[in-house]
């Protein structure tokens, strides 16, 4: 029998600091303790201590020079988690909060959901606490030709391939994808989210925002709900609210909330397409601010310090950064008639806001199936480049959503109980975890 608590504990003890990587492996294992139970093999090979420790973390010196011309040092990581399944695969964070810590929290997620793409990706993760807010495009262009100096020797076609995450869109891959191919003197599928024109696929900018639709979609159907008409409050306005935004009102939805750092934007009536445009132009001004909307559009309001949890909502999909969603914020978003939470972000919800969240039959589903449409969009991507060939955007949509719809099918053959209802968290970790496990009792004690 696994014993968690004493897992846990040596791991606490041999990776002190480390608060979110100890939570995502605790809340991993808690939902899957049973199925480790009833199937012994994993455990008696060990496969559970090799699971949860990364494969390697790198971390390096970034030195760079500011528009003044004054030596700046970052810190740069990379987090090889496990390659069981194809080589590492992940996005780069540059945000000023990351650690060591936050790579491997999100390394070790990023393993499980690029299992539940089916695909062939290990998972991976890096970035800097380089903040790129107030930055000139010189400055940020410096920046990620000091960190692919670094980084080109850790990554391959075959070894390591990159992509964006906060922080890190189409213009810093070009500037990392720019440097690499200088060094290298090749052109090749090393990084995704590439432009389209030099690699890229269509729809990754909005592969991750239309997944977590899709699978939003899916989930309320399986439930005997429909996604029309539903009120939906977002938290962020990057990447990943963006696609959300367009897509659930494509379907009929009503956007009725997004947010940033120092508050959120309420829509009495739903986002319409004019103003999902213009989240596009907010999110290129790098100042990290939603607060312009409120001047750009009549009945839109700015709430200073409010979170978007607050409004009336029958759908909340956070898609900001980790931790977002609290227990507090849980219960408000009860107490106003919530029914469904889904994850935008890489683990928005604290396990208190997610066990709040249960106890009141909240539908839920995980990050690492809801949001793997982004990845998984990556994955095509190396496909792309390795056929030498871009299919269309018609194409592209039509496999992404092809495997958000398996991904809810996994979750739904894993996950559902006596009853029939469908627990998600468990369904996504069992289905990534078998995959995972097996591929690494197949190849060995590696
Ligand atoms: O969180 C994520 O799934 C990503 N950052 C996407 C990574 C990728 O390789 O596209």
Not at 25 to 38: P, T
Not at 224 to 232: A, C, G, V
């Amino acid at each position: 029998m696994i014993d968690i608590d004493q897992l846990m504990f040596k791991l606490e003890k041999n990776n002190p600091g480390q608060p979110e990587y100890i939570q995502a492996v605790r809340e991993f294992l808690e939902s899957i303790e049973d199925f480790i139970n009833d199937n012994p093999q994993y455990e008696d090979s060990g496969i559970i201590d090799r699971i949860i420790e990364p494969d390697r973390s790198h971390i390096f010196k970034i030195a760079w020079s500011d528009d003044e011309g004054k030596v700046q040092v970052n810190k740069g990581f990379r987090v090889q988690f496990n390659n069981a399944l194809g080589p590492y695969k992940g996005g780069l964070r540059f945000h000023p909060n990351v650690n060591l810590g936050v790579f491997k929290f999100l390394g070790f997620e990023q393993v499980f959901k690029n299992a539940l793409t089916s695909l062939p990706m290990g998972g991976a993760k890096g970035g800097s606490d380089f903040d790129p807010k107030g930055k000139s495009n010189d400055e940020v262009m410096r920046f990620c030709q000091a960190y692919m100096l670094e980084l080109w020797k850790l990554i391959g076609t075959e070894l390591d391939v990159p992509a964006g995450e906060m922080g890190v869109g189409t213009r810093e891959i070009g500037y990392l994808f720019g440097m690499y191919k200088k060094i290298s003197g090749q052109h090749s599928g090393v990084l995704t989210g590439k432009g389209i024109d030099w690699g890229g696929s269509q729809m990754r900018n909005h592969a991750t925002g239309y997944g977590l639709i899709y699978f939003t979609a899916e989930m309320l159907k399986a439930n005997n709900m429909e996604l029309k008409d539903k009120r939906i409050a977002l938290s962020g306005f990057g990447n990943v609210a963006w696609g959300a935004a367009q897509k659930a009102t494509e379907m009929g939805a009503k956007v009725v909330s997004i947010s940033g750092p120092d508050g959120h934007v309420y829509f009495e009536n739903g986002m319409d397409m004019e103003m999902i445009d213009y989240m596009l132009e907010l999110r290129s001004t790098n100042e990290d601010i939603v607060r312009p909307m409120s001047y750009e559009f009549p009945n839109v309001q700015f709430r200073q310090n409010k979170k978007s949890w607050e409004v009336r909502c029958d759908i909340a999909i956070p898609c900001a950064i980790q931790d977002e969603l609290n227990e507090h914020d849980a219960a408000i978003l009860v107490a106003n008639g919530c029914k469904c939470v889904v994850e935008g972000a890489n683990m928005p919800c604290t396990p208190e806001a997610i066990d709040y969240l249960k106890e009141n039959a909240i539908l839920f589903a995980p990050g690492k199936a809801a949001n793997a449409g982004g990845v998984a969009t990556s994955g095509l991507e190396m496909s792309q480049n390795a056929l030498r060939y871009q299919w269309s955007n018609e194409e592209v949509d039509k496999q992404l959503f092809t495997i958000m719809k398996r991904i809810h099918d996994l979750c739904r053959e894993h996950g559902t109980d006596e009853d029939g209802k469908i627990d998600y968290v468990k369904g996504a970790n069992i289905a990534s975890f078998k995959k995972v496990a097996n591929a690494m009792l197949d190849q060995g004690m590696i």
